[in-house]
């Protein structure tokens, strides 16, 4: 069973901090990670994805991959009371297969 | 350039009824996947077309089915309606060339079975 895990939250944070998201997956042949926003009542929304070791930089967004630890993360600079959503992390176990979604994780981002 | 859409917003359907919702993926994406979000619960993979073909299924009854036509858009039926299939459908389409694989989502369609 291909598994991808996140804390619930939910993640409180104050205005102006760094909010740090992490996710882990099982599937150590997984190849593309990704990550997105869903405001409540809301679709998923598309922040990063990410394919390669390393950071990947995208405005107040850093999404953190290491495939030997099974880690990805997402740091959020500067959070921002609008940045309050659930976070869903989603990866691709192997190329051609279908996404495979993280539970989410609830962030606050408290003024 | 147009997003995904779905229809209907909302769809309100009597528990033995059949469903019918759709989707029409951004211009140039070839795949087109179905997703089920109970409230408060995450996202359950449903089905998965790429160029008119199901390519995938995740852990549903058969009840639930599909199709994509020619045009790339596709159809999720849900046949003899159970109260548990209220939830939010989703709808995304991805491009799938080289390695390009992210999906991106429609609106939703709230399907309600009272």
Same mark, same amino acid.
């Given at each position: 069973?291909?598994?991808?895990?996140?804390?619930?939250?939910?993640?409180?944070?104050?205005?102006?901090?760094?909010?740090?998201?992490?996710?882990?997956?099982?599937?150590?042949?997984?190849?593309?990670?990704?990550?997105?926003?869903?405001?409540?009542?809301?679709?998923?929304?598309?922040?990063?994805?990410?394919?390669?070791?390393?950071?990947?930089?995208?405005?107040?967004?850093?999404?953190?991959?290491?495939?030997?630890?099974?880690?990805?993360?997402?740091?959020?600079?500067?959070?921002?009371?609008?940045?309050?959503?659930?976070?869903?992390?989603?990866?691709?176990?192997?190329?051609?297969?279908?996404?495979?979604?993280?539970?989410?994780?609830?962030?606050?981002?408290?003024? | 350039?147009?997003?995904?859409?779905?229809?209907?917003?909302?769809?309100?359907?009597?528990?033995?009824?059949?469903?019918? !919702?759709?989707?029409?993926?951004?211009?140039?994406?070839?795949?087109?996947?179905?997703?089920?979000?109970? !409230?408060?619960?995450?996202?359950?993979? !449903?089905?998965?077309?790429?160029?008119?073909?199901?390519?995938?299924?995740?852990?549903?009854?058969?009840?639930?089915?599909?199709?994509?036509?020619?045009?790339?858009?596709?159809?999720?039926?849900?046949?003899?309606?159970?109260?548990?299939?209220?939830?939010?459908?989703?709808?995304?389409?991805?491009?799938?060339?080289?390695?390009?694989?992210?999906?991106?989502?429609?609106?939703?369609?709230? !399907?309600?079975?009272?």
């Amino acid at each position: 069973q291909k598994e991808v895990e996140q804390n619930s939250g939910p993640l409180s944070v104050p205005e102006g901090a760094i909010a740090s998201l992490n996710c882990t997956y099982s599937d150590r042949g997984s190849q593309s990670f990704f990550w997105y926003r869903q405001y409540s009542g809301k679709s998923p929304e598309l922040i990063m994805f990410i394919y390669s070791n390393g950071d990947k930089e995208d405005g107040r967004f850093t999404a953190q991959l290491n495939k030997a630890s099974q880690y990805v993360s997402l740091l959020i600079r500067d959070s921002q009371p609008s940045d309050s959503a659930t976070y869903l992390c989603a990866v691709i176990p192997n190329y051609g297969q279908n996404f495979v979604f993280g539970p989410g994780t609830r962030l606050s981002v408290l003024p | 350039e147009a997003g995904v859409t779905q229809s209907p917003t909302h769809l309100i359907k009597t528990r033995g009824q059949q469903a019918t !919702l759709r989707c029409s993926p951004i211009s140039g994406h070839t795949s087109v996947y179905w997703y089920q979000q109970a !409230l408060g619960l995450g996202l359950q993979f !449903l089905l998965w077309y790429d160029e008119g073909e199901e390519r995938n299924r995740g852990n549903f009854p058969p009840r639930f089915s599909g199709r994509q036509f020619p045009n790339y858009s596709s159809e999720l039926n849900v046949n003899a309606l159970e109260l548990e299939d209220s939830a939010l459908y989703l709808c995304a389409s991805s491009p799938r060339l080289l390695s390009s694989y992210e999906q991106y989502f429609g609106p939703g369609t709230r !399907l309600t079975v009272t």
